[in-house]
C-alpha cells in the first residue's frame, strides 16, 4: 500500500515458493482478501456485526489485496529458472559499484485488460451492438452450483397424484466450492473451500451407506449443497434464492407443462425457501493449529439443539461460538429472504479464523500438513472423518424413523479426495470417476490441481467434483443380459436414460475397474441425484440487468475483464544518453529530407544532365524534341 | 477538368460553380471547401470577365459554409472528449468504437 502510494512502482513480480530461489519462504500470514470477508452482502447492516466486531474482526490478517484498483501488474512466477535469471541479472547489472545510473536490467510486463470503469459500464457496452463485429469488454462471473437429494423425488407419487414438498421438511447441509485470490489459475485453497467440500461430499456418502428406509413425520428429505462463487458476494446462493423464488428449482416446472410434457419420463416437485428446515453449514474445517471446533448458531430451535447436543456427545471436541453473529457464511443469503431458517454453521474458529492464509495463494496442503502418502491416519484426514460421521450421525438421529445401520465416513475417500483436491490432478479418484473421453483419458495431465475459482464458464473444478459426487452417493445401474458393445455404445445408452427425465442423473463413469496403465477400457453406468444448476447472479439475466440498479448491492455484479495476452519480457536497458541521440538524429534526418527533396526536384534538370530522361519534372522549360 | 483548357467557357464555368455551391447544402461541407479552393484562382486572381462576379460570390458563400461547419465539428469533437466520460451511458450509446480499458 505505502509502495503504491509513492507512485514510483510501475509493476511487482512475486516469486514463487515452489521451487527455486525463494522455496518454502512462506510469510507468516497473508490473506488477499478483507478483514471483514463479504461485508457488503452481509445479513447485517452495522459494520460491528459484518466483521464480527471491528476490534477483532473475522480475518484479521486481511490486506485488502483484492479489491483495491492496482494500477500496475503484479505477476507471479513460479518458475525456479525464471526467478534466478530475474534475481542474477538485477544482481550482475543494477547493483554494486560498477552500477548504472539508469536501470540497466529492465522487465516489461503487459497485462492489457479491456473493462474499465465498473460491471455496469462494461457490461452494457458488451451489449450495444452497433457493428457485425461486436467488442466484448467484460463477463460475468459464472459457474455451476451442485446439489443432492438423499432420496430421489420423483414428481409423481405411486398412485398418480402429483408430489408436493411439504414444508419445512428437507434438511439442508450447504458448503461454498470457490477459493480466490488475486493470481488467475492460482486459486487452491486448502482450508477454505476444499475442507467443506470433502466433508460435505463425505457425509452423504456415510448418510447413503447407512441407507434411511424412511423418515420420521416431520422430515422428507436431506438436501447437500455446494455452492460456487461465494467468495465474491455469494454469487451461487444469490442465485439459488432467486430460482427458488422464480419456482424454478430444480427445474421450471410451468414451461414443462407447457411444452407439451418434455420431461414425460420423470419430474421433480418445485423446491423454494419454504420447504428448508434448517440449514447445516460447513466452513472451514482444517485442524492445522487445533482440533477444537466451533458452531455458530442462528434462530436456534429445537431442532438445532438437537443437531448440537447430538454433535456434542459424539467424540468431535465442538463448543458453542462466543459470537453472537454469524460469520460470513452463505446462510446470510438464505436469511435475507427468509429470516426465520435456523441455521447451524460448524468451522474450526470462534471469533477469528484460524487460517492465517484465506484467499491466498499460500492456503496449500503444505502448510496445514497434509500429505496423500501419508495416508489414512493422519491428522488431518482422521480430523475430517470425526466431523464427518458426527454430521452423518446427528443428521439421520434427528431425520430418520429406520435405517440399516449408522452412518460412518470413509477416511480412505476422504484421503483420495484430498489428494485430488489440493495436491495434484494427477490422482487415483480423478481416473476412477473420469469419463473415458473427457479428463483424465484425453488431454495432459499435468501436475497442479485444479484452480477452484468461478471464472466465467463452468470449470474442471465442478465438473470432476460433480462426478465425485455422483460417484459416492449413486447406485450402479445393473447391466441387462447384452452386452451393451463397446466403450461408446455404453457410454451413449447410459446418457440415454437422461432423455425426458429430471429425477435422476445417469452418468457413465470409468469406475475403479476399468482403467490401467494405458487408459480406459470399459466403464460404468452410474444413476445419481447429483443435478447442477447455473450459478451466474441474478443481475445479469436478460429480463433484469436493463432494468437492475448497480448501486443497489441486491445481488453481486462481479465481471471479469476480457484480456489480450498476458507476457513478459527482460532485457537489458541502453542508456538515455543513447536513446535520446537516436531519436534526435532520426528527427532532424526526417526534418533535412523536406527541403533537400524540394531542392533536388526543383533543380533537377541541372543536377541530372541527361535530356531525354527529364519526365514531367515541375518547372522543367525545355519542350520534348519532336521526332520529324 | 481542366478550366486552363480552351474548350471549357465561361458560362460553364460559373454554371459548374453555382452547382457546386447547391450540392454543398446537402450536408457535404467538403463539396463547399472543393468549390473554394478550385474556384479561388478563376474567381480573384484572373482577369475580369462575364460572370465573374458570379463565381465570386460563390466562392466566398462556399468558404464561409466551410469554416462554419469546420467550427461546428471541432466544438462537437473537443465537447464529446471532454464529457465523454462523465455522460455514462448516454456517451456509449452515441459511440460507434469504445476505447478498451479506458474509462
Known sequence: EKLKN??????????????????????RAQSDDIPCPNQDSSLYSDLESRCGSTQRPWNPDGENLLWKNWDFPIFLINDGNTTAKLYDCYAEHNTGPEATTWPLCSVELKSPMYAAKDSETCYRRSNIIVSIEPQDYCEPLSDYNLYYFQTPRNGTQPDGRSFVQKEKSVAVVLARMDALNIFDKEEVGFDSPTTGIVT?????????????????PDYENIMFMLVHGESLDYIGSNRIVYD?????FPMKLSKDLQSNGILKNGTQALFNLTNIKYIVELGQLANTQSSEMYYHAHNTNEDIIGIINRLSASPL????????????SSSHTFLKKMPDIPILFISNFDQQYSNVYFHSIYDNALVHNYKYSAGENQRIVQHLTQIATALADALV?????????????????????LECFA????????????RPRNFPYVG???DEPFAQYISVHSSFHTTMTKQIFQYFTADVVEQEEEECGDVDSCQKQCLMRNKDQMVYRYQFMVGPDCHNQTGAFCGVCYKSTVFEKLARSPAFEPDVWKTYDFTSNEYPTWTESYWKSISGRMFLQPSPAIQHTTLAIGLTLTLLSLPLTYFLQKKSSII???????????????PAPVAL | MDLQSRKVTNEMKVDLCSKYFMIGFAFLPFVWLVNAVWFFKEGFVKEEFEGQQKIKKYVILSGIGSLIWTIGFISWIVIFDQNRVAWGATADYMSFNIAVGKP
Open chain 1, 6 to 27: 509513492t507512485g514510483n512502482v510501475n509493476g511487482v513480480i512475486l516469486p514463487g515458493i515452489k521451487e527455486g530461489k525463494w522455496k518454502d519462504k512462506i510469510p
Open chain 1, 200 to 216: 460435505l461430499i463425505a457425509t452423504a456418502q456415510a448418510i447413503k451407506k447407512a441407507l434411511i428406509r424412511s423418515y420420521k
Open chain 1, 244 to 248: 427458488m423464488m422464480q419456482e424454478d
Open chain 1, 317 to 328: 471436541d465442538i463448543k458453542k461460538s462466543t459470537r453472537t453473529v454469524l460469520p460470513p
Open chain 1, 397 to 417: 438421529f434427528a431425520a430418520a424413523a429406520d435405517t440399516q445401520s449408522t452412518p460412518k465416513a470413509d477416511p480412505g475417500i476422504i484421503n483420495s479426495m
Open chain 1, 423 to 434: 495436491e495434484t490432478r494427477n490422482c487415483s479418484l480423478y481416473r476412477d470417476v473420469g
Open chain 1, 444 to 446: 495432459i495431465v499435468s
Open chain 1, 608 to 622: 541530372f544532365e541527361d535530356g531525354a530522361s527529364v519526365t514531367g519534372a515541375a518547372g522543367s522549360n525545355t
